[in-house]
């Protein structure tokens, strides 16, 4: 790299923690307090959430690998129904495990299409890039890091064509319903008529089912959610004691709403930069939520936001769903 591109990137990483630390500050003088989950994923973060990927009671990852294993051909035929040159856009792609099944479809097809995967960490996507150079050489790929529509936009730019967005996994489900309707919304207007996009939904089901998912009994969950706290200790020079909290997670079956939480275990003053917070004894810090959706939903955020709903695959226990909606 040249001094030029390493001041820029030095630059960059300056910039995103000056965010990280406004978001901090911010949440944190909010009532209830709040920490932003997309701050989760660190190069330790990422490596829990593999493991998370992994548990058994994470049922969410074999739905949707259980979809793209076995119903490959049908994806391809629906993102492949005009025959023309596409970008296969992936918002969140991570380590891209259930759109590999899709991408090496699409080449024996012999597609013509560019994978152009979207993640706000870095990490992740140079293992990415790592890992497909070695799996599908042949393959035309741009990793883009950074927010989704900034990304997105960036990815306008730099090509033309028909665009097919994948947003898997359920990721839709770490917004408050309100931030769906409004993603959703800016989403369609940044795309053109025809371009088409995938989205998993993780469907409502048996509540245990779903809280078990994010209450696991080895604690890698709690674990995800504490290290935000050690992030923020690291890079925003802060002083979490953060065995003095706690895991906590609830699933709201009427909404379908499942949240996480970190609970202060004793009254507590916590710095972080050069501001200073008062936490209550078994005062709630609210992370994340994990929203559960039925199929009705899907079509009212569909067409609320401006799709035409086209297509769901499920998965053989209908517990998650791959909807398709045209622009
Ligand atoms: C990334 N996202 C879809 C995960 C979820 O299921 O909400 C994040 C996660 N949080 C705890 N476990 C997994």
């Known amino acids: 790299a040249t001094t030029s591109t390493i001041e820029k990137n030095i630059e960059i990483s300056k910039q995103n923690t000056e965010h990280f630390k406004e978001d901090v500050h911010a949440g944190l003088r909010q009532s209830p307090k709040y920490l932003n989950s997309k701050y989760f994923y660190d190069q330790y973060g990422d490596s829990l959430f593999q493991k998370i990927m992994a548990m ?31 970008d296969l856009i992936e918002l969140g792609a991570g380590d891209a495990s259930k759109s590999i099944h899709l991408l090496e479809y699409l080449k024996k ?26 799996h599908l050489p042949d393959l035309d790929i741009e990793c883009l890091q950074g927010e989704y529509f900034d990304m997105l936009y960036k990815a306008s730019q730099l090509s033309t064509r028909r665009k097919v967005i994948l947003f898997l996994g359920s990721n839709i489900g770490n917004m408050e319903m309100e931030d769906v309707y409004r993603f959703c919304f800016e989403l369609r207007k940044n795309l053109n008529k025809g371009d088409v996009v ?34 923020i200790n690291r890079e925003l020079d802060a002083d979490f004691i953060v065995d003095q909290f706690e895991h906590y997670e609830t699933y709201d079956p009427v909404s379908g709403a499942c949240r996480s939480y970190l609970i202060s275990l004793q009254e507590q003053q916590v710095n972080v930069g050069d501001q200073t917070f008062h936490f209550l004894e078994n005062e709630p810090v609210y992370m994340e939520v994990s929203q559960k959706f039925s199929l009705e939903d899907t079509r009212k955020i569909a067409s609320q936001s401006g799709f035409e709903p086209h297509y769901n695959i499920m998965d053989s226990r209908e517990w998650f769903v791959d909807t398709f909606w045209t622009a």
């Open 56 to 86: 058994p009671e994470y049922y969410l990852t074999r739905c949707e690998m259980d979809i793209f294993k076995n119903q490959t051909a049908e994806i391809a035929s629906v993102i492949r129904a005009e025959q023309t040159p596409f």
């Open 109 to 134: 097809q012999d597609a013509d299409f560019r994978y152009m995967p979207i993640d706000i960490s870095g990490n992740i996507l140079s293992v990415l890039e790592k890992k497909l150079s070695k």
């Open 198 to 231: 995938m989205i998993g939904f993780d469907l409502k089901k048996e509540p245990n089912t779903i809280l078990n998912a994010y209450n696991d009994s080895n604690g890698v969950t709690a674990a995800f959610n504490l290290n935000l706290l050690h992030r």
